[in-house]
Structures are given as structure tokens and as C-alpha cells.
């Protein structure tokens, strides 16, 4: 079974940071794909920012400029750095990961953390 492991969220006040990790463990051959997602209250599930083949990052346009994605391809861990956080970035975000489990005929598999709650708030 392949997991992701969520960590870092918690309360803010606006203009802070906050480091969100995510590390997937498991029977994992190669992870092809891993990033953030997120969603509020009434909202669609929404795109933060992902990496890709581990070769480009794409960000959401709420990201650009604040939140930073890295990732260590070694450790299959994903970190994403939140800076001048504000209050519409309070949600729930979700790890996201494309997985080709090992022993897999090159099949991908997507997996999702739990969420880890950010709240922005004076």
C-alpha cells in the first residue's frame, strides 16, 4: 500500500509562513507526479501546486509569488513553503501523488493524504 504523510499546517496570522511536507511511503517503484491541492468550505478541490516528471512545477496563479514547491525525488517528499499567507488561503490541503507501484506493469496510480488544515486569521 502506498501512503502519503501530511505535515505542517496550523493556525497564522496574515502574513505569515507555513511549510506544508508530504511524503509518500509504501511499494512505490517511481512517484511521477506530486503536489498540492487544496479546498474550503463550499469549494471545489483546487490546484496549489504540482511537480511533474520531476522536471517542471506548476503553480496556481493564487500561488505565484508566495508559495514555493521543492521536492527531494530521493525521499519522495514534496515541501511546499507558504509565504505572506492570507486569509482566502485557509483550507484544507491535500497532498496529491501519481504512483507507479512497484511490481506494476508501469501503471499509475493516484493517492491522496488526508489533509492538513491551514487557517489564516488575525
Known amino acids: 500500500q502506498v501512503q502519503l504523510d501530511e505535515s505542517g499546517g496550523g493556525v497564522v496570522q496574515p502574513g505569515g509562513s507555513l511549510r506544508l511536507s508530504c511524503a509518500a511511503s509504501?511499494?512505490?517503484?517511481?512517484?511521477?507526479?506530486m503536489g498540492w491541492y487544496r479546498q474550503s468550505p463550499g469549494n471545489s478541490r483546487e490546484l496549489v501546486a504540482i511537480?511533474?516528471?520531476?522536471?517542471?512545477?506548476r503553480y496556481s496563479s493564487f500561488a505565484k509569488g508566495r508559495f514555493t514547491l521543492s521536492r527531494d525525488t530521493f525521499l519522495r517528499t514534496v515541501h511546499l513553503q507558504m509565504d505572506n499567507l492570507k486569509p482566502e488561503d485557509t483550507a484544507v490541503y491535500y497532498c496529491?501523488?501519481?504512483?507507479?507501484?512497484?511490481?506494476?506493469?508501469?501503471?499509475?496510480?493516484?493517492?491522496w493524504g488526508q489533509g492538513t488544515q491551514v487557517t489564516v486569521s488575525a
Open positions: 511537480t511533474v516528471n520531476g522536471e517542471s512545477t
Open positions: 496529491n501523488a501519481e504512483v507507479i507501484p512497484r511490481g506494476a506493469d508501469l501503471e499509475s496510480t493516484e493517492y
Open positions: 509504501g511499494s512505490i517503484f517511481t512517484v511521477k507526479a
